[in-house]
């Protein structure tokens, strides 16, 4: 997960279950934690999921999550902390209203 994602993560209310020192990357303007897959699972409530990893980057599909379409949520991203970062930042969007 780079940086940025890591801080959109943060931006949008994301709360850290835990603190791991070596999960924090030093910025000017401080710290950013960078949550473990674990944690990204579970605060996405333990969505079933189907995952293959083809041409270097992660499909993975969420056969009880609709997407606006009402097709199942899919996401083909380059790392698994990445699908679950924006399954979370899509969920959250969803129950914000937003």
Known sequence: MDLEL???LLDHGFKPQRTLINRYFDEESGGFYIP?????IVACGNPAFS????ENR???RFPDILDAG???DEYWLPTLEDVFVFLWLELNKKADGA
């Open 6 to 8: 890591a801080k959109k």
């Open 36 to 40: 473990t897959l674990t944690e990204l």
């Open 51 to 54: 995952a293959s990893f083809k």
């Open 58 to 60: 992660w499909f993975v």
């Open 70 to 72: 009402g097709n199942s």
